[in-house]
């Protein structure tokens, strides 16, 4: 009878040993490892339990307490907007309907300031919105409405739908804000791609205050006296809450500076007193009130290395509040209110700070003599004036002298862009522009463009305006 040759087995045996003599010699050190981990924690010693209690306390910073004071209060602020489809070749212009329009999803962060629902977030975040959904830390989310937003400032105030006790984020006063001054930056980057509706929390100090921001990449746009930190702001934290040390709302999040898109330690917040200024007009009639002075400021250039000496008045509209108040054409600004004045965006900023009516204190020098002048601001020309429609898409005012100054325009005629459709908006116009030239007709007043506009149903327009300075044209078709 033939019998198995046992070589497999013996070879079989020599491996076990080679790898440590089987599974045996394993187990010992497993089970060892194992009953570590399966240890309860351990009872502690009066004194260690004292020393944990020392470190447990110092664990709740005033960070902590601030951010559980506001981050309840911090909401998510998503957006579907409908958008126009400019067509971008000759073949997509053949084959969109015309009108086409789509859809696209946007999200931000805000802050409920009324237990009944009132919601600050920046208008960058709820522009052209046609649904808007907030979302709370707890996850409840609700439908809301936008009352109203203010462009200039990057402000806008929302209304959750059947909102009743809601958390409240305590708001502070930004102007005691000091450099160098502990903050936190509460808000939801990248909204739900992180899942969970909680907000996130970074901390940094207030790096600066008042800082001037000067839009980059051939863009004309003014940021006014912001404060900057370097905690973290990153996409999807705009409209958040930047909080003091004593858990105080003393910013909105709006913007960064970077070059990846991503933060790099250079955030920027619009200050709360301001924020809150706005908030008010809005949700008294959905419009912000611009204060208006009615003085134009010009540099003051120096010799030698410093380049900028000081700011002056180069002209003042007659029968403006800067006139009433004494202000002349010459006179060296110092100060507008508890700022100095350094550069003409200083001065700009005094004046975007300013509210409507309230006395405003502005220090000038003449002849060597510094004295301080009060002024209050009125409304802007541009607000008062008679508005006209054109079409359905365009709200129009006639250039006047006083318009011209308080938006710094060079034409001396034209109309001025004051309201605009979503749809004019895709058509690259803004609020602002003014109507210089429709197809080869000049403008000179608001009803002569309504009137050139509405003959022109059907047909292809070329506008021409002017806008920081500048001659810009578009074109488009209007619907017959």
Known sequence: MHRPHPLPVLLATLVLAACGGGADAHEAPRASELAVLREPPPVRAPETARLSGAVQDSRRTAIVAAAERVAPAVVSVNVVRRERVVPRTVWEEMMLPPGAERQEAGLGSGFIISREGLVITNEHVV???????????????????????????????????????????????????????????????????????????????????????????????????????????????????????????????????????????LGFAIPINRARRIALDLADDGKARRAWIGAEVEPVRAEGPRRLAAVRISSVVPGSPAERGGLRAGMTVAAVGAKRIRTPLDWQAGQLNAAYGEPLQIAVVENGRERTLTVRPGDLPSANAARIQALRDFQLVTLTPAIRAERGLQSEQGALIVGLSDAARQLGLREGDLILQINRERVSTAEGAASLLGQLGGRAVVMYVERDGRIAGTQFMLGG
């Open 127 to 265: 522009r052209a919105a046609s649904e808007v959904v907030v979302t709370l830390p707890d996850g409840r989310e609700f439908d809301a409405d936008v009352v109203g937003a203010d462009e200039v400032n990057d402000l806008a105030l929302i209304r959750i739908r059947n909102g009743t006790n809601l958390p409240v984020a305590p708001l502070g006063n930004s102007d005691g804000l000091m450099t160098g001054e502990w903050v936190i930056a509460i808000g939801n980057p990248f909204g739900f791609v992180l899942s969970n509706p909680e907000p996130s929390v970074s901390a940094g100090v207030v790096s600066a205050i008042g800082r001037n921001i000067v839009g980059g990449n051939g863009q004309r746009s003014l940021s006014l006296d912001l404060i900057q930190t370097d905690a973290s702001i990153n996409p999807g934290n705009s409209g958040g809450a930047l909080v003091n040390a004593l858990g105080e709302v003393v910013g909105v999040n709006s913007s960064i500076l970077s070059s990846t898109g991503g933060s790099e330690g």
